[in-house]
């Protein structure tokens, strides 16, 4: 359901509440880069294809370039940012630095969104579970197998966002 135009949006982002004024139909990519200044969403393609734009609501991983600000309203949203720090990086950051699973990076924070959900739903994927998670995240850098090698690791370790 939609918010009245003009009305604040409460979301809760990387764990802080925020109320935020736009267009409810606003795409929530837009709001987290340029109201909220959290750039490690990346936009791609805008049209829910690539991947690159994936954040976390509740444990989903959604695309925010076609996630209007009203579908967040109120719910937990978790960008890269929010999965860990320089100083305490997630287990999946681990992973994905020790397998050198990225090339040029645009798409990885995505990625490492779509991987932190299948680790919540399942804390123990197979190979085959991985690529199944990960089929809808576009790499042009081919590095496929070092992130699915790097998503594995973070679950031996025992990574459950």
């Known amino acids: 359901m939609s918010q009245a135009m003009g009305e604040p949006v409460k979301l809760r982002v990387n ?36 991947g690159a734009c994936n954040v976390l609501i509740g444990e989903h991983a959604v695309p925010a370039c076609d ?12 960008t890269v940012e929010g999965l860990g720090t320089s100083e305490r990086p997630h287990p999946l950051q681990r ?18 969104i779509s991987a932190a959900a299948l680790l919540k739903r399942n804390p123990t994927p197979t190979e085959t579970e991985v690529r199944a998670a990960l089929d809808r995240n ?6 496929h197998n070092r992130i699915v090698r790097a998503v594995l690791w973070a679950a031996k370790e025992g990574a459950r966002t």
């Open 15 to 50: 764990g802080v509440d925020r109320v935020v004024e736009a267009d409810p139909e606003t795409p929530l990519l837009s709001v987290l880069r340029g109201q909220l200044a959290l750039t490690g969403t990346h936009f791609g393609c805008g049209a829910n294809q690539c």
């Open 67 to 78: 996630t209007p600000l009203w579908a967040a309203a109120g719910k937990d949203v978790t």
């Open 95 to 112: 992973a994905f630095i020790a397998e050198q699973a990225m090339q040029c990076g645009y798409c990885i924070s995505g990625i490492l």
């Open 138 to 143: 576009l790499c042009r850098c081919g590095s």
